[in-house]
């Protein structure tokens, strides 16, 4: 055993936890859990937990099902109820074949291999989420909007809404796991909420991010209300995206700043971000992995819906924020396609696979965007250049099928498995007849 797995085994003893959660997510990002006692932790950091693969959203398939889960050491946390006797801990697990190698289409051994790379060409990747999700009263029917907490708005600040309690609790439960929270805050949409994560390696980042989601939850019930983390809950509403921040450093040196560059970016950053715009429309699928994602981004509300770039633009695809001119390491480009509801393993590598391959084909980019693009004509966006994202799920695919890219980043197991399972989603979604068709068609009845 190693010093963190002894350090765990210490820990648990010493705070007298009496079960351990341990973690892995499924291809689309939903969390699994098995819960073991603290004596058998000893033999799963050794041998890891057995499980059938086979019964896991897109992991193997049926003929090759013994898994192995075998937890993170460093990826160790406590969570403490009022109660001593309701503390308990979790981990998160590398999935294994029973030859204890890397499963093919384990979500954080895909995120693993792309930062692999990133680390063969000198880099290390960070990321800094904006978590939004709306927050709603329990009980509403699956055939109706749901009734939101509150009708506030951006940075509202109301004492008597539920959200205010809320934040104080979600931010302190998160801290208490080690998950340093920047920002919270009142969103736009009435009831919707914003947690900004502090940035950290990818990797922490995607197992936090995961964490989070589930904690939040948590605390929500607590509230006697609802977290939700759809893309599009309402069309009266806007979504909630999880704009994400991404900078490379090699060593203590931020990779994306240049004092004399353009907005301050570096040629290496200018090259990254190229990558993001040639292959935003193949790796779509991946960053907005449902039918609802694209009610979404071709619902406005400051979405992307347009492949381009600019300093300070809310409407881009990548927006290049300011940074303090001390603070050079902040440097940094924000993707804003992704979703709240993205795995964000898959969505963390793909990002990151598009950039890496704009730095390594040393490609150029195209000139900023600095008007608002979706106020813009058909006619103008083609004369300036400007492509879309894909408008549906359906048409995501097509561009993501047809990606060396993707294939290459996500193997061929997963990949095959991911465009099998969505394309099952668009046709159940294709056969669908919604009250808006029944609604046209009233006056026949």
């Known amino acids: 055993m190693d010093n963190q797995q002894e350090h765990v085994l210490r820990t648990i003893n010493d705070e007298k936890v009496r079960y351990v959660r341990l973690w892995f997510p499924d291809i689309a990002g939903t969390l699994k859990s098995v819960a073991v006692s603290p004596g058998e932790l000893e033999d799963a950091f050794m041998e890891g937990i057995g499980f059938d693969g086979s019964a896991i959203q897109g992991l193997t398939r049926v003929y090759e099902s013994d898994m192995l889960a075998r937890p993170d050491a460093s990826t160790f946390r406590i969570v403490r109820g009022?109660?001593?006797?309701?503390?308990?801990?979790?981990?998160?697990?590398?999935?294994?074949?029973?030859?204890?190698?890397?499963?093919?289409?384990?979500?954080?051994?895909?995120?693993?291999?792309?930062?692999?790379?990133a680390?063969?060409?000198?880099?290390?990747?960070?990321a800094h989420p904006e978590i939004e999700f709306y927050l709603f009263?329990?009980?509403?029917?699956?055939?109706?909007?749901?009734?939101?907490?509150?009708?506030?708005?951006?940075?509202?600040?109301?004492t008597r809404s539920v959200a205010h309690n809320?934040?104080?609790?979600?931010?302190?439960?998160?801290?208490?796991?080690?998950?340093?929270?920047?920002?919270?805050?009142?969103?736009i949409g009435p009831g919707q909420q914003e947690v900004d994560l502090r940035f950290a390696d990818c990797l922490d980042m995607a197992d936090s991010i995961m964490t989070a989601r589930s904690l939040i939850k948590e605390v929500a019930l607590r509230h006697g209300v609802e977290a939700s983390f759809m893309p599009k809950p309402s069309e009266k509403w806007p979504g909630s995206g999880m704009h994400t921040h991404f900078s490379l450093f090699e060593g203590d040196k931020n990779a994306f700043h240049d004092p004399v560059g353009q907005y301050g970016m570096s040629i290496t950053a200018r090259r990254f971000l190229a990558g993001l715009m040639i292959h935003?429309?193949?790796?779509?699928?991946v960053t907005n992995q449902y039918v609802n994602s694209y009610k979404r981004l071709w619902g406005k509300g400051e979405a992307p819906a347009y492949i381009c770039w600019g300093p300070h633009n809310q409407s881009a695809l990548v927006r290049v924020p300011e940074y303090k001119?001390?603070?050079?390491?902040?440097?940094?480009?924000?993707?804003?396609?992704?979703?709240?509801?993205?795995?964000?393993?898959?969505?963390?590598?793909?990002?990151?696979?598009?950039?890496?391959a704009g730095i390594e084909g040393k490609y150029e980019l195209q000139e900023p965007t600095d008007t608002d693009v979706e106020s813009m004509s058909d006619m103008e966006r083609i004369v300036n250049g400007i492509a879309s994202?894909?408008?549906?799920?359906?048409?995501?695919?097509?561009?993501?099928?047809?990606?060396?890219?993707?294939?290459?980043?996500?193997?061929?197991?997963?990949?095959d498995y991911y465009l099998r399972d969505k394309r099952a989603e668009w046709h159940n979604y294709r056969r669908q007849i919604t009250p808006l068709e029944r609604a046209r068609f009233r006056s026949d009845w």
């Not at 204890?100 to 792309?114: H, N, Q, V, Y």
């Not at 680390?119 to 960070?126: D, P, S, W």
């Not at 935003?280 to 699928?285: C, M, P």
Request: proline content about 7%; charged content about 25%.
């Open 82 to 117: 009022k109660d001593p006797a309701d503390t308990l801990a979790f981990m998160f697990c590398d999935v294994l074949t029973r030859d204890g190698e890397p499963a093919r289409s384990d979500p954080r051994a895909i995120l693993k291999r792309t930062l692999a790379r």
């Open 119 to 126: 680390e063969k060409l000198g880099f290390t990747a960070y």
């Open 137 to 158: 009263r329990p009980g509403s029917s699956l055939n109706e909007d749901p009734t939101p907490i509150d009708s506030a708005s951006y940075f509202d600040y109301v």
């Open 166 to 187: 809320f934040r104080r609790d979600m931010v302190l439960a998160l801290e208490d796991v080690g998950i340093v929270v920047e920002f919270s805050h009142h969103e």
């Open 280 to 285: 935003a429309r193949e790796i779509t699928a």
């Open 325 to 356: 001119p001390n603070k050079p390491e902040s440097a940094r480009l924000e993707y804003r396609a992704i979703d709240t509801a993205a795995n964000p393993y898959l969505a963390f590598a793909a990002v990151l696979e598009a950039g890496l």
């Open 389 to 415: 994202l894909p408008s549906s799920l359906h048409s995501a695919l097509r561009a993501m099928e047809n990606s060396e890219l993707v294939a290459r980043f996500l193997g061929e197991d997963a990949f």
